[in-house]
Structures are given as structure tokens and as C-alpha cells.
Nanobody, 123 residues
Framework: QVQLVESGGEEVQPGGSLRLSCVAS????????MGWFRRTPGLEREFVAA????????YYAESVRGRFTISRDNAKNTLYLQMNSLKPEDTAIYYC????????????????WGQGTQVTVSS
């Protein structure tokens, strides 16, 4: 079992920034592809961003491209999501996930999930 713990979510004003972190208590963190998804109550879980094992290639949903940046530090077993120019529609619970194989933007491809961290963008 890979344990993932998200942190960094809070309430911010539109246009503000947040940095989310996801720490894995697993020394083989580097073998996993990683991703961020978000969920608004009553809606399906939505793909946000993904990053391959080495961190060299990244992928983004069109709704966040140019505003969010996904990164990882395998030596620290940590995944990050830098969120800039936040909008009210970014309000959601953000989850990090890990997977070995499958499609990066499909939630069913992921083998492990964290408990989520709440991001609220409101004036």
C-alpha cells in the first residue's frame, strides 16, 4: 500500500496562488506516474495534471494550462501543484494519485489516492 497525503489547500481570493503538496511514504515513489484530480460535490472527478516517473514530461487539462504547474521531487517522495491566477471555478477538493500503467487523464487508471485537500477560491 502506497500512502499519499495532500496538503496546502485553503481559501484564497480570485487571482491568488497556492502550492499543493502530496507526500508519499514510499521509498519507491520514483516508479510511479503521478497525477492531480479535483472533485466538486455532485460532479465527476476531473483530471487536472499529470507527470511521468522521471518528471521530464507533464500533461495538463485545457482549463488549467498556463496557470498550473505540476512537478515532483523523487528524492523527497513529494509531488507538487503550483496554482496561479486562481478562479472561482477552481474550487474543489484536490486529490493526488499514483499509477504504474494506464491513461494519465483517466481516474480509473490510478492505483492509489490521497484523502484530498480543500481549495476554495472566493471573494
Amino acid at each position: 500500500q502506497v500512502q499519499l497525503v495532500e496538503s496546502g489547500g485553503e481559501e484564497v481570493q480570485p487571482g491568488g496562488s497556492l502550492r499543493l503538496s502530496c507526500v508519499a511514504s514510499e521509498r519507491t515513489f520514483g516508479v510511479y506516474n503521478m497525477g492531480w484530480f479535483r472533485r466538486t460535490p455532485g460532479l465527476e472527478r476531473e483530471f487536472v495534471a499529470a507527470i511521468i516517473r522521471s518528471g521530464i514530461r507533464t500533461y495538463y487539462a485545457e482549463s488549467v494550462r498556463g496557470r498550473f504547474t505540476i512537478s515532483r521531487d523523487n528524492a523527497k517522495n513529494t509531488l507538487y501543484l503550483q496554482m496561479n491566477s486562481l478562479k472561482p471555478e477552481d474550487t474543489a477538493i484536490y486529490y493526488c494519485g499514483a499509477h504504474v500503467r494506464g491513461t494519465y487523464d483517466n481516474s480509473t487508471s490510478y492505483d492509489y489516492w490521497g484523502q484530498g485537500t480543500q481549495v476554495t477560491v472566493s471573494s
